[in-house]
């Protein structure tokens, strides 16, 4: 039966690694587990004055490689499973590219659309009023994820400095530029998704111009469809949670944001078929970019996907099951280990800045973010044709030879 458990798929996920990769078994029972997790309940002062308790979270799962890496996401489905999920994949990830990073993940459980600018603003600060001692440069770096924004980063960094003293401005990345933020940032994840694209697009057969359905609507979807469309490929679906677009000769994705900005959704939108999310993954494409959150390429929906590649841009979108599905049919998964890692490296680069006090300029982000991508993607193609397997699990071979390497050297 197949499990929606995020993080019972991640445990699969690494399985399925060792199926084709000879893993010490110590290396498995460490990444198996945290190394710390922590819940903790914040009051929160309502506008009406009464008070509320949401549940949070901060799961930092490995440190073999670095400070604990990775964003904090207010949605009112984060539990506990889905953070430890996310933080094993960062590990994973921040592996993969090779950065100087471990991995960790939290959250909180929230719908942030219900809670006015200064009720989430005393719950951001809530989240560090709890959390800030296991927190730092040396030890722990959030960053942004599903829901929160670089204003939500600067409450978090303030409120840290607040109650710390530390002024360096290290310990949350993801910031505003006047907050010690890089540039870059914000585009970070969708255009590092398209760099990895563009470096194995040839070796995985696809040619251009390609034909795009991008599920997800918010700062990652948004931002490669647009980078896409300006090299010239066609975009014809996308969406947002409440469903999406089509049209055979394609969106203008300008348009088409505008329109979801000025009306909170694509209802209504003209010139184009209303679809839904699930149509859209199943629509006869050249690439299929999930962006949105994770379990949405299914043992049940699997046989219907019609993509001749899939570039994973949301954390977990495609289950173990259904990955076994579309190796057998021959389409590539670019897995979300190696093609969402542009939000990481960026948060790194910003991490870095901040601590030797340098502001780099754009043009200098964007080329190194393209350096590390394409090496790593090539290193990753390579890794799974000498397995003879699918991308994700040369990915994760690749993460786990590095892991190996510093637990051998690690002094428990």
Request: aromatic share 6%.
């Amino acid at each position: 039966m197949e499990s929606a458990n995020a993080f019972q798929n991640a445990l699969k996920q690494l399985a399925r690694t060792t199926e084709v990769r000879a893993t010490r078994p110590e290396t498995i029972a460490h990444l198996s587990r945290a190394e710390r997790e922590i819940s903790v309940s914040i009051p929160v002062t309502m506008d009406d004055g009464t008070t509320k308790i949401f549940e949070g979270y901060r799961v930092q799962h490995s440190s073999l490689r670095g400070p604990y890496k990775g964003g904090i996401r207010f949605h009112p489905d984060t539990d506990i499973n889905e953070v430890r999920a996310l933080a094993l994949w960062m590990t994973i990830k921040c592996a993969v590219a090779n950065i100087p990073m471990g991995g960790g993940k939290g959250g909180i459980t929230v719908d942030p659309k219900s809670l006015s600018k200064h009720e989430l603003e005393r719950l951001s600060r809530g989240w560090v009023k709890r959390l800030y001692p296991v927190l730092g440069p040396e030890r722990d770096v959030p960053a942004p994820d599903v829901n929160t924004t670089p204003e939500i980063m600067s409450w978090m960094a303030d409120e840290y400095e607040k109650l710390t003293g530390d002024t360096r401005h290290a310990t949350f990345t993801g910031k505003p530029l006047d907050s010690g933020g890089s540039e870059g940032r914000v585009m970070a994840t969708g255009l590092g998704g398209f760099f990895v694209f563009e470096a194995l697009r040839e070796k995985i057969g696809i040619s251009t111009p390609v034909r795009v359905a991008v599920q997800g609507m918010g700062n990652v979807g948004g931002a490669v469809a647009r980078v896409l469309a300006d090299h010239g490929h066609t975009i014809i679906a996308m969406s947002d949670s409440r469903g999406g677009i089509f049209s055979e000769s394609g969106l203008d994705v300008e348009r088409v944001e505008a329109y979801k900005k000025q009306h909170g959704s694509l209802a209504g939108f003209s010139g184009a078929k209303t679809i839904t999310n699930a149509e859209l993954l199943e629509l006869a494409c050249d690439l299929l970019i999930p962006a949105a959150l994770e379990n949405q390429i299914t043992s049940e929906n699997v046989a219907h996907i019609r993509a001749k590649a899939i570039l994973e841009l949301a954390n977990g979108p495609t289950t173990p099951e259904a990955d076994d599905a579309l190796f057998a049919r021959g389409i590539p998964v670019v897995p979300d280990i190696l093609a969402n890692a542009g939000g990481v490296i960026v948060s790194t680069f910003e991490w870095e800045q901040n601590l030797k006090e340098e502001h780099w300029s754009e043009a200098d982000v964007v080329k190194r973010l393209q350096h590390i991508l394409a090496e790593q993607s090539r290193k990753v193609y390579d890794r799974a044709s000498d397995l003879k397997t699918d991308l994700r699990r040369g990915a994760f071979a690749i993460a786990l030879d590095r892991l190996e390497n510093a637990l051998c050297g690690a002094t428990w």
